[in-house]
């Protein structure tokens, strides 16, 4: 079963809209990651917010942490074309384990 | 631009066949992961090094996978007997410490036939 889970498969929007993916998970966490996965490619960080932050900014990112419903969100305002990307949350495990569980992701298409 | 070197891009094996795929982590990390990325875009961790130490490595691995980090070397990834299953995107990612950024290559491309 997925520990980290995007809560949508697909999202479209026009370019210059705002967007907002959603996460939720299923253990006790350290810190919480959102990445971005263009077409081809690895994937890259974009924000990391620690269990005891509730907010985080990255120039047109922001991500939400809630750890009482164990759930994220990460939205996107003024999207651009080059945004089109899949998007993932991807959690550790506070167990002592040093791994990483990613959702399937979200498929963000911006459109133009 | 991805520090994270991985090499080839592009894999394609006969069933049955050794398929072996090389990172390069970005200079001054010492902690290394291999995740495989299905169609599905799902990731599974396969395992992970510390400065050449295993950390954690699922039990999949201990079987036809084998994987290590030599110090001076490229890390590399090994099928000794490559399976239709096999057939997915592995990523390598390096980081500074275990529970921070993960830094991604672009992946290997492992079509098996």
């Known amino acids: 079963s997925q520990l980290a889970e995007e809560n949508s498969w697909a999202l479209s929007v026009h370019e210059g809209e705002s967007v907002t993916v959603n996460c939720s998970y299923k253990?006790?966490?350290?810190?919480l990651q959102w990445y971005r996965q263009k077409s081809g490619k690895g994937p890259a960080q974009l924000i990391l917010?620690?269990?005891?932050?509730r907010e985080k900014r990255n120039g047109r990112l922001r991500a939400t942490l809630d750890t009482s419903s164990q759930s994220s969100s990460l939205s996107i305002t003024a999207t651009r074309c080059e945004d089109t990307a899949v998007y993932f949350c991807?959690?550790?495990?506070?167990?002592?384990?040093?791994?990483?569980?990613f959702g399937k992701g979200t498929s963000l298409t911006v459109i133009p | 631009n991805s520090k994270v070197i991985q090499t080839p891009r592009y894999l394609v094996k006969g069933q049955g066949q050794k398929a072996k795929m090389r990172c390069i982590p970005e200079?001054?990390?010492?902690?290394v992961f291999w995740y495989q990325q299905n169609k599905n875009n799902e990731f599974k961790f396969l395992i992970n090094?510390?400065?050449?130490?295993?950390?954690?490595q699922i039990d999949m691995t201990e079987k036809r996978f084998s994987a290590e980090c030599p110090s001076n070397s490229p890390c590399s990834l090994e099928i000794q007997s490559s399976e239709a299953g096999d057939s997915a995107l592995y990523l390598c990612?390096?980081?500074?410490?275990?529970?921070?950024?993960?830094?991604f290559g672009h992946g290997t491309k492992l079509s098996v036939l």
């Open positions: 090094f510390q400065n050449q130490e295993v950390l954690q």
């Open positions: 990612a390096s980081s500074l410490d275990n529970n921070e950024r993960l830094f």
């Open positions: 253990t006790s966490i350290t810190a």
């Open positions: 200079k001054g990390h010492p902690v």
């Open positions: 991807a959690t550790d495990t506070n167990t002592g384990y040093q791994n990483f569980y």
């Open positions: 917010i620690r269990s005891n932050e």
